[in-house]
Nanobody, 121 residues
Framework: QVHLVESGGGLVQPGGSLRLSCAASGSIFRINVMSWYRQAPGKQRELVATAPTGSTTRYADPVKGRFTISRDNAENTVLLQMNSLKPEDTAIYYC???????????????WGQGTQVTVSS
């Protein structure tokens, strides 16, 4: 079994910053991808940023230049540094990982429990 645990959400004023952290633990053979998604009230869950192992990070257009995703492969963690936050960034942020639990396929998909980010004055 694999668990993803997020931390770092909260309330921040517009223009402020927050850093989200997600740690993966359990039966991990290899992490292929770690990503952040978000879901605002009444909207579908959307990809925010993704960090594939050994490949280039990618960002959704609304967060380019403001958010930075980074990974610590030794610690199986992924961070999301969020700067210049806007009210429209308000959402529940979810950590997601594609993980192999053994040397053989398949790759499994895991989600964290979510952490609330509220941007408001």
């Amino acid at each position: 079994q694999v668990h993803l645990v997020e931390s770092g959400g909260g309330l921040v004023q517009p223009g402020g910053s927050l850093r989200l952290s997600c740690a993966a633990s359990g039966s991990i053979f290899r992490i292929n991808v770690m990503s952040w998604y978000r879901q605002a009230p009444g909207k579908q869950r959307e990809l925010v940023a993704t960090a594939p192992t050994g490949s280039t990070t990618r960002y959704a257009d609304p967060v380019k230049g403001r958010f930075t995703i980074s990974r610590d492969n030794a610690e199986n963690t992924v961070l999301l540094q969020m700067n210049s936050l806007k009210p429209e960034d308000t959402a529940i942020y979810y950590c997601h990982a594609q993980i192999r639990t053994s040397s053989a396929p398949p790759v499994f998909s895991f989600w964290g429990q979510g952490t609330q980010v509220t941007v408001s004055s």
